[in-house]
């Protein structure tokens, strides 16, 4: 978890969420990796959610570059 203060975020900071769990893929069924975050980018808060899959390739939703 990270807190970002200042700014357009929150004067008090905000905690940015970091979750990375697994489920299953909905074409091979096999366990995937799936993600949602939260990221301060240009004092904003961005969400990105998603799931990918190892095994078939298949990919739903975006993950944000490193920072």
């Known amino acids: ?6 700014g357009c ?3 008090e900071g905000w905690d940015l969420a970091d979750e990375h ?4 893929c909905p ?9 949602f975050l939260e990221r301060c980018e240009g004092g904003c ?8 899959c190892s095994t078939c ?4 939703g975006e993950q944000p570059d490193e920072p």
């Not at 978890?1 to 200042?6: A, Q, S, W």
């Not at 808060?45 to 990918?52: K, W």
Request: glycine fraction near 8%; include cysteine.
């Open 27 to 35: 074409s091979c069924r096999v366990p995937a990796r799936r993600w």
């Open 9 to 11: 975020v929150e004067p």
């Open 45 to 52: 808060i961005n969400t990105y959610a998603g799931l990918s």
């Open 1 to 6: 978890m990270t807190i970002v203060y200042g």
């Open 57 to 60: 390739g298949h990919v739903e």
């Open 21 to 24: 769990t697994t489920a299953p």
